[in-house]
């Protein structure tokens, strides 16, 4: 029901967008939440922000390189990624959650609807 899209092969440094869709509904009632995944680690939270709206919430590692933003009433959310690094590298997720309490929305468990992925590769 979700569709992360943008990913693909950049160079340290560069930028990229990453697009998450909700195929026929809107994001009314949810937050919405970016994660990554990298080969033999565990999911990561990256961003999130809460279904009322407001300034979205970062992981330590973002250091204001990316920037979260979402239309409510259409179902899409963008994560604008600069400043791209080697350990950025990893299959990014865009996901849904009803629940309220912003602080548990940095794990993954929390979330109720997830797009398939985008992989994201930065070369040094």
């Known amino acids: 029901q979700l569709q992360a899209s943008g990913g693909g092969l950049v160079q340290t440094g560069d930028s990229l967008r990453l697009s998450c869709a909700a195929s026929?509904?809107?994001?009314?009632?949810?937050?919405v939440g970016w994660f990554r995944q990298s080969p033999g680690k565990e999911r990561e939270f990256v961003a999130v922000t809460h279904r009322s709206g407001g300034s979205p919430k970062y992981a330590d590692f973002v250091n204001d390189r990316f920037t979260f933003s979402r239309n409510t009433a259409k179902g899409t959310a963008y994560l604008q990624m600069n400043g791209l690094k080697p350990e950025d590298t990893a299959v990014y997720y865009c996901a849904a959650s009803r629940r309220v309490i912003l602080s548990s929305l940095s794990d993954p468990t929390m979330y109720d609807y997830w797009g398939q992925g985008t992989l994201v590769t930065v070369s040094s």
């Open positions: 026929g509904r809107t994001f009314t009632g949810y937050a």
